[in-house]
C-alpha cells in the first residue's frame, strides 16, 4: 500500500472556469448529444484548416502542462497503487491533496442526473472507471454539459482527479479538471463484425470491434519471446543476414525475384546458408528470426510472407537436435500456460523408410523415378501429374507418416532419416538396405509440420555434387522449387564447417497451434499477402 498516494476526503477548489478553445456552443444539451460522427467529423476538419495548431489534436506535453497533476500514471499503474485501498476515508485529512493524469481511449460513458458522467477508459488492455461531475469542478450544470457533451467512444483523452472508490467499490478518478480531448474519433465503429471479407479487408477496424481477434497477435509475439529467451539462455548469438541476396536460397521453394542495377536479385526463401556461413566464420552458436518470402500459393496454413526461426550450433548431432527440440517446445509451452494442452518430454519418434514399408507390408528398395513408380503401382496409388523422385516420396510421407499424427493428438511427433534426395543440405549415410538416408528429422503436430532439422553436410565437395544433383533435376522435371545452387556457399565450406545441427521452426505454425487458430492469417497483423495488397 503506497500511502504517500492515499488521498483525503478534502476537495480543493479548481477556480473559474475557463471554456477551452475546442468546445462548441450548443443552445441545448440534447444538441451535443444528437453530434452525429460525420457532422463533427466536418467541424474538426474545418477547424484544422483555419489554425496552424489544430486544436483538436493538442501536443500531449502541452494538455499535461494545462492539467498540471501531481503525479501522471499508466492506468495499470494507477490500478496497481490502488487496488489494495478500500476506504479512501479512513486517510489522514492533514495529507497533502495529490492529482493524479491518466490518459486513455474511452471505451464507454454513462450519463447520470443532469451535470455527472461515468465514463471507462483503457490504456495497455487495462481499464478504469472515471468520474465526471460539475461538482468538484467548480463548474454550473451549463457549462460543465457543453464542455463535456462533445466526446465520444472511441476518442483519446486526459483526464485529472483524484482515486476514490463508487459505493459499489469500483476504483474511480473523481475529476476535478474538465476533460481534455487528445484525439477525437471522426468515423463510428459499428458494433458488430463478422463477414470474413471485410475482416481481412480492414484488419484495424477487425482490431476494435473484435478485441478478441488480437490474441493470435499476442500469442505469437510470446512465442517469439520465449524462443529467443531460450536460445539467448543457451549463449547463441542473435544475428541479421540479407534478405535481398543473389540467387543462392538455401531451400526448396520458389524465389520472388526482382532486380539491382540490372543484375537479379531473390528475397530470400530461407536464412540457412547465410547462418552457416557465420558458422564458418567462427561464430559456433546463431540464430536468426525473421521473415522469409516464398513466391508460392496461399492457404490455410501458408503466406508468401512468414516467420521462421533458424539456429546453428556447431558440434551438434541429430540426437542433440531431438533433445533441445524438446526441450524448446516444453519452455514454450510452459511459458505460454498451454502444458495442459499440450504433452511434453520425450516425443514419439517414427522411422521415414521403416514406417512406410510397416504400414503398406512392402518394402521400398528402389528410390529413383522409376522404383517409386513401380512402388505406387503395387500400392495400386494415384501417380501425380509431373512425377519425381520427391513429389513421390512427399506423397508417401503424407499418406502414411503425416497421419499417424492423428494418433497422438496434440502431442509432437519426430519423423526422422528421410531419402537422401529430399534433404540435398544435410548429411547422409547409407542404411541397411543400401538406401541413401539424410541425419535429419521433422517435427509435427496434428499433421503439421512444425519444425525440420539436421546435420549439416560439411563435405564441400559432396555438398557440390548434391547441388548439380538438384539442378539436374530442376531441368529434367521442370521443377522451379528444387534448390538453386549456390557456388559461393561451398567456397566458403573449404574453410572448413565443423560438425554442425541447423534447425527451423516455423512461428506463425507454432502460434496457430497454441493461440487454437485455424488460419494463418489470424497470428498475421494484416492477414495474408491477398488481404495485405487490398488494405
Known amino acids: 500500500m ?27 444539451s440534447s444538441d451535443a448529444d444528437n453530434l452525429t460522427h460525420e457532422n463533427r467529423k466536418v467541424i474538426i476538419t474545418e477547424s484544422g484548416k483555419n489554425h496552424i495548431d489544430s486544436k483538436y489534436y493538442p501536443s500531449i506535453s502541452t494538455v499535461r502542462q494545462r492539467l498540471s497533476a501531481s503525479e501522471k500514471l499508466r492506468v ?12 479512501f476515508s479512513d486517510v489522514d485529512n492533514n495529507r497533502s491533496f ?40 467548480g463548474m454550473d450544470p451549463a457549462a460543465f454539459n457543453e464542455c463535456h457533451s462533445f466526446f465520444k467512444i472511441g476518442d483519446y483523452i486526459a483526464v485529472r482527479g483524484y482515486a476514490s472508490r463508487t459505493k459499489t467499490g469500483e476504483l474511480t478518478l473523481k475529476l476535478n479538471k474538465p476533460i481534455e480531448m487528445l484525439t477525437p474519433v471522426l468515423s463510428k465503429v459499428p458494433n458488430r463484425l463478422e463477414d470474413r471479407g471485410l475482416i481481412n479487408n480492414n484488419r484495424v477496424l477487425n482490431y476494435l470491434v473484435n478485441p478478441d481477434s488480437k490474441n493470435a497477435i499476442i500469442v505469437k509475439s510470446k512465442v517469439i519471446q520465449a524462443i529467443r529467451n531460450f536460445l539467448l539462455d543457451r549463449d547463441f548469438l542473435e544475428v541479421q543476414t540479407p534478405i535481398l541476396s543473389g540467387q543462392g536460397t538455401g531451400a526448396n521453394a520458389t524465389p520472388f525475384v526482382t532486380k539491382f542495377k540490372g543484375d537479379p536479385v531473390h528475397l530470400r526463401v530461407a536464412p540457412e546458408l547465410w547462418l552457416k556461413k557465420l558458422v564458418i566464420g567462427g561464430f559456433d552458436r546463431v540464430f536468426e528470426i525473421g521473415s522469409n518470402f516464398r513466391n508460392e500459393g496461399i492457404d490455410m496454413t501458408h503466406n508468401p510472407e512468414f ?77 501425380p501429374p509431373n512425377p519425381n523422385p520427391v513429389k ?12 499417424i499424427c492423428s494418433e497422438h493428438p496434440n502431442t509432437p511427433v519426430f519423423i526422422y532419416n528421410q531419402p537422401e534426395i529430399m534433404s540435398p543440405l544435410a548429411k547422409s549415410t547409407t542404411d ?51 534448390l538453386i545452387p549456390d557456388h559461393n556457399y561451398v ?24 493461440a487454437g487458430a485455424n488460419r494463418i492469417e489470424d497470428v498475421l497483423t494484416f492477414g495474408t499477402l491477398s488481404s495485405v495488397l487490398k488494405n
Not at 500511502?3 to 441545448?28: A, D, N
Not at 522409376?370 to 503395387?378: F, H, I
Not at 513421390?392 to 497421419?403: F, G, V
Open 2 to 28: 503506497l500511502l504517500h498516494r492515499l488521498v483525503p476526503r478534502v476537495i480543493p477548489r479548481v477556480g473559474k472556469y475557463i471554456r477551452p478553445s475546442w468546445v462548441l456552443h450548443f443552445s441545448t
Open 76 to 87: 495499470k499503474e494507477f490500478c496497481k497503487d490502488f487496488k489494495d485501498v478500500v476506504k
Open 98 to 137: 495529490e492529482n493524479y493524469l491518466l490518459e486513455g481511449k474511452i471505451t464507454s460513458m454513462r450519463k447520470s442526473g443532469k451535470a455527472m458522467y461515468f465514463i471507462d477508459i483503457i490504456q495497455d488492455n487495462c481499464s478504469v472507471q472515471i468520474m465526471a461531475t460539475n461538482k468538484l469542478m
Open 307 to 383: 516467420s521462421t526461426c533458424e539456429f546453428y550450433q556447431a558440434y551438434t548431432s541429430l540426437d542433440e537436435l531431438m533433445k533441445m527440440t524438446e526441450d524448446m517446445f516444453g519452455y514454450v509451452f510452459a511459458k505460454l500456460g498451454v502444458t495442459n494442452k499440450f504433452p511434453v518430454g520425450n516425443f514419439p519418434k517414427y522411422e521415414f523408410l521403416p514406417t512406410i514399408e510397416q504400414k503398406t507390408g512392402i518394402p521400398i528398395t528402389d528410390l529413383t523415378l522409376d522404383g517409386l513408380v513401380n512402388y505406387y503401382k503395387k500400392m495400386n496409388l494415384t501417380i
Open 392 to 403: 513421390l516420396l512427399n506423397n508417401l510421407s503424407e499418406r502414411y507418416l503425416e497421419s
Open 432 to 482: 541397411a538396405a543400401g538406401n541413401r538416408i539424410s541425419s535429419r528429422f521433422e517435427l509435427f503436430i496434428n499433421a503439421r509440420e512444425m519444425a525440420n532439422a539436421y546435420e549439416e553436410e560439411n563435405d564441400p565437395c559432396k555438398q557440390l555434387e548434391k547441388f548439380k544433383l538438384q539442378q539436374q533435376m530442376k531441368t529434367a522435371y521442370n521443377d522451379q522449387e528444387m
Open 491 to 514: 567456397r566458403a565450406m573449404e574453410y572448413g564447417l565443423p560438425p554442425t545441427g541447423g534447425w527451423g521452426c516455423g512461428i506463425d505454425r507454432l502460434a496457430m497451434l497454441i
